[in-house]
């Protein structure tokens, strides 16, 4: 199966200096953790963070529709004059901006059931009594992971970045999350 994954699945990356041999069990420990970090905690980090921030556009125009006018030109002087009709003229329709917002709100938003890393919808997955307890150890640490989170963002003396003027606590890689929009949780599947 490891030698149909590297030289038939990316059989163009296999001779690549930096793609891994997996040769050893330890190389390969070290790809599928690769692989499970970018499709879990990353994937849902930057998924599940864009919309407490981009869903506001000011912050992040999706794009402008026109190039900064080059100074002595009549395009330059309107901006001088009137920086807010200019900055307008740039911004993206109103439709698209709606349609943008409501794409980036329904990908950001959690499901009622949605199970989490760490968490299985049938208790019967496995009979085997080791991987049951290994799993059981991995979700006791994700809720360790969850009650550190919850702790330093309450630690406002020691931990100063996590409750600025506006009081939003940091909640990117917190393992669950309730239904709705939270900026938190890692799902047990990617969908896209």
């Known amino acids: 199966m490891v030698e149909g994954l590297r030289e038939e699945g990316h059989g163009d990356k296999k001779d690549e200096p930096w793609w ?22 990353l994937h849902a980090a930057v998924n599940f963070g864009q919309y407490p921030y981009a869903g506001y556009l000011l912050n992040r125009p999706s794009l402008s529709r026109m190039f900064m006018p080059e100074p002595g030109s009549p395009e330059y002087e309107e901006l001088k004059t009137n920086p807010d009709k200019v900055f307008l003229k740039t911004t993206v329709p109103p439709l698209q901006t ?12 959690h499901s009622s059931d949605t199970l989490y890393l760490g968490q299985r919808d049938s208790p019967e997955w496995t009979k085997d009594q080791e991987p049951l307890l290994a799993f059981e150890r991995f979700g006791k640490k994700l809720s360790d992971i969850g009650n550190q989170i919850l702790q330093m963002n309450s630690d406002h003396k020691k931990w ?11 909640t990117s890689l917190f ?17 896209i």
């Open 20 to 41: 891994p041999k997996m040769q050893t069990r330890q190389e390969l420990i070290e790809s599928c953790t690769i692989t499970i970090w970018t499709a879990s905690a």
């Open 98 to 109: 709606l349609l943008e917002i409501s794409i980036l709100k329904v990908l950001s938003r």
């Open 175 to 191: 393992p669950t999350s309730e239904e709705g929009l939270t900026g938190k949780g890692i799902p047990n599947s990617v969908s």
């Open 160 to 170: 100063k970045n996590r409750s600025g003027p506006v009081k939003v606590p940091y």
